[in-house]
């Protein structure tokens, strides 16, 4: 009888047990159709899991503060003299004036320097024609990062191209220099410094060169030029500033997560894409395909790169019927390409569009609003 009493208490503070835990009780699991609540929500937003273990929290998704900029384009020929000149014009935010005043005078500055070149040169300079295009990209992550992609021939055996930017904090019109960005710039500069000089070591194969090259980095002391170009902010410099003309502009990518702690919440960006509309990426779910031996390798997604233009266009067969007339395409990817030398050839190129192809490898297309 004890151990009867013994064995029926058991039982029952196991059973108590159990129900208290919930392992006993004759749950089903959910169906394959059945979402809890906060997996449909998860779902619905197409949002990724938590990171788990990292030591620093994910960057917010960048989200527009600031309305597009409307845009106005130059685009002519005046004697020997051709311009292709975009320029945006923003609006809404403090800072805004500032900004347009700066992007107008250096396109300003930079023409007339052109023509005092041409008339520099006289009969003889008229031969040849001078050209000067300046065209845009932006970006609006906490700060609003603009950036003008310059190029300018003045005679000789090649022209010059170079990059200025001006990086805006669109909630003060405070502009941000590169120290500026930094609560501890002391201790950042050197960090990012060694990365740049990582990247140059990974180009110049030449010792001397890359000697050459350090001392000019460390001359800045951290007064770099930079941009924000999607997950990255990229410190830039100009042709011959530390590599020769051939390796042109040096852009040096530092992926925005990886930077020190910043007096300015920058904010993750996508990738950018490599077809832009008025500094803009564009929401095409193909990009352009790349390969090697000049623009007859680099190919476009059409139709839908000619629409971007105001083109019609339909491909058809073997095709792209653009204009009443009709240019090969190449089938990859689940779609059709053609090459970017016929693209060119057909692109609207007047007061009120434009497109540029960079040595970055970006296809840019401006349309004015009329």
Same mark, same amino acid.
């Given at each position: 009888?004890?151990? #009867?009493?013994?064995? @029926?208490?058991? #039982?029952?503070?196991?059973?108590?047990?159990?129900?208290?835990?919930? &392992?006993?009780?004759?749950?089903?699991?959910? !169906? !394959?159709?059945?979402?809890?609540?906060?997996?449909?929500?998860?779902? /619905?937003?197409?949002?990724?899991?938590?990171?788990?273990?990292?030591?620093?929290?994910?960057?917010?998704?960048?989200?527009?503060?600031?309305?597009?900029?409307?845009?106005?384009?130059?685009?002519?020929?005046?004697?020997?003299?051709?311009?292709?000149?975009?320029?945006?014009?923003?609006?809404?935010?403090?800072?805004?004036?500032?900004?347009?005043?700066?992007?107008?005078?250096?396109?300003?500055?930079?023409?007339?320097?052109?023509?005092?070149? =041409?008339?520099?040169?006289?009969?003889?300079?008229?031969?040849?024609?001078?050209?000067?295009?300046? $065209?845009?990209?932006?970006?609006?992550?906490?700060?609003?990062?603009?950036?003008?992609?310059?190029?300018?021939?003045?005679?000789?055996?090649?022209? #010059?191209?170079?990059?200025?930017?001006?990086? +805006?904090?669109p909630?003060?019109?405070e502009?941000?220099?590169?120290?500026?960005?930094?609560?501890?710039?002391?201790?950042?500069?050197?960090e990012?410094?060694?990365?740049?000089?990582?990247?140059?070591?990974?180009?110049?194969?030449?010792?001397?060169?890359?000697?050459?090259?350090?001392?000019? +980095?460390?001359?800045?002391?951290? /007064?770099?030029?930079?941009?924000?170009?999607?997950?990255?902010?990229?410190?830039?410099?100009?042709?011959?500033? $530390?590599?020769?003309?051939?390796?042109?502009?040096?852009?040096?990518?530092?992926?925005?997560?990886?930077?020190?702690?910043?007096?300015?919440?920058?904010?993750?960006?996508?990738?950018?894409?490599?077809?832009? $509309?008025?500094?803009?990426?564009?929401?095409?779910?193909? /990009?352009?395909?790349?390969?090697?031996?000049?623009?007859?390798?680099?190919?476009?997604?059409?139709?839908?790169?000619?629409?971007?233009? &105001?083109?019609?266009?339909?491909?058809? /067969?073997?095709a792209?019927?653009?204009? &009443?007339?009709?240019?090969?395409?190449?089938? =990859?990817?689940?779609g059709?390409f053609?090459?970017?030398?016929?693209?060119?050839?057909?692109?609207?190129?007047? !007061?009120?569009?434009?497109?540029?192809?960079?040595?970055?490898? @970006?296809l840019?297309?401006?349309?004015?609003?009329?």
């Open positions: 009888m004890k151990y #009867m009493l013994i064995r @029926v208490c058991a #039982m029952m503070l196991a059973v108590c047990l159990c129900l208290s835990a919930g &392992g006993c009780t004759n749950q089903e699991a959910p !169906s !394959s159709g059945t979402i809890s609540s906060s997996q449909n929500s998860s779902s /619905n937003s197409g949002s990724q899991p938590d990171l788990v273990g990292s030591s620093q929290a994910p960057l917010p998704e960048a989200q527009p503060t600031i309305s597009a900029p409307t845009i106005s384009i130059e685009n002519q020929t005046e004697g020997n003299i051709q311009r292709k000149i975009v320029t945006p014009h923003f609006s809404g935010f403090p800072g805004a004036d500032e900004l347009n005043a700066k992007i107008v005078a250096e396109q300003q500055d930079a023409m007339a320097d052109l023509q005092e070149t =041409a008339a520099g040169n006289g009969s003889a300079g008229q031969a040849s024609t001078l050209f000067y295009q300046s $065209v845009f990209d932006y970006q609006d992550s906490g700060l609003l990062s603009v950036w003008l992609t310059n190029e300018t021939y003045t005679g000789g055996a090649h022209g #010059m191209s170079w990059v200025s930017s001006y990086n +805006v904090n909630e003060t019109g502009f941000y220099e590169f120290r500026d960005l930094f609560r501890n710039p002391e201790e950042a500069i050197p990012i410094t060694d990365k740049i000089l990582s990247h140059l070591k990974n180009i110049l194969t030449d010792e001397s060169l890359y000697e050459t090259a350090s001392e000019a +980095v460390r001359a800045l002391d951290g /007064n770099y030029s930079y941009y924000l170009d999607g997950e990255n902010l990229v410190v830039y410099f100009q042709p011959y500033d $530390v590599a020769p003309y051939a390796l042109g502009i040096v852009r040096v990518p530092v992926a925005l997560s990886s930077l020190p702690d910043m007096t300015v919440a920058l904010r993750a960006a996508s990738a950018r894409r490599t077809i832009r $509309v008025n500094g803009r990426d564009t929401s095409l779910n193909r /990009n352009m395909m790349m390969g090697s031996g000049g623009d007859t390798a680099v190919l476009l997604p059409v139709p839908e790169t000619a629409r971007l233009c &105001g083109l019609q266009a339909t491909v058809k /067969n073997q792209c019927q653009i204009g &009443g007339k009709e240019y090969p395409v190449t089938y =990859a990817n689940g059709a053609m090459t970017l030398s016929d693209f060119l050839a057909i692109a609207p190129d007047d !007061s009120n569009h434009l497109v540029a192809y960079g040595s970055d490898d @970006v840019r297309i401006y349309t004015a609003e009329t």
